[in-house]
């Protein structure tokens, strides 16, 4: 059974910093890349980076290029979304997902933030203030 569970989430100051953490279970990591997305109040989920072991690659929207940076703890196979330098902007649910089949990160871009394409974790609140 395929289980994401993201914990992280908080308040933070504008400028400050956040990791999330999306613990995996019951698929490889190896085949299947994992992306992170967001969804702030009254906007669509939209896409906030994907790693991929499959072909060790990493991808990042422009909003947040230069100050997320996703990584995986191979021993732990767990994904972290590490979240410097936030903006109020950035006030959103995060959720992290994996595609139900086999995706690098291009291939995931291509798949689009289509629900049933993916298997989700249940999010985590990310609240900077203004």
């Known amino acids: 059974q395929v289980q994401l569970v993201e914990s992280g989430g908080g308040l933070a100051q504008s400028g400050g910093s956040l990791r999330l953490s999306c613990a995996t279970s019951?698929?490889?990591?190896?085949?299947?890349?994992i992306g992170w997305f967001r969804q702030a109040p009254g906007k669509e989920r939209e896409g906030v980076a994907c790693?991929?072991?499959?072909?060790?690659?990493?991808y990042y929207a422009d909003s947040v290029k230069g100050r997320f940076t996703i990584s995986r703890d191979n021993s732990k196979d767990t994904v972290y979304l590490q979240m410097e330098s936030l903006k109020p902007e950035d006030t959103a649910v995060y959720y992290c997902?994996?595609?139900?089949?086999?995706?690098?990160?291009?291939?995931?871009?291509?798949?689009?933030?289509?629900?049933?394409?993916?298997?989700w974790g249940h999010g985590t609140q990310v609240t900077v203030p203004s």
């Open positions: 790693f991929s072991s499959l072909d060790a690659t990493t």
């Open positions: 997902a994996t595609p139900k089949v086999e995706a690098a990160c291009t291939t995931i871009r291509s798949l689009g933030v289509i629900n049933h394409r993916y298997y």
């Open positions: 019951g698929f490889n990591l190896d085949y299947y890349g």
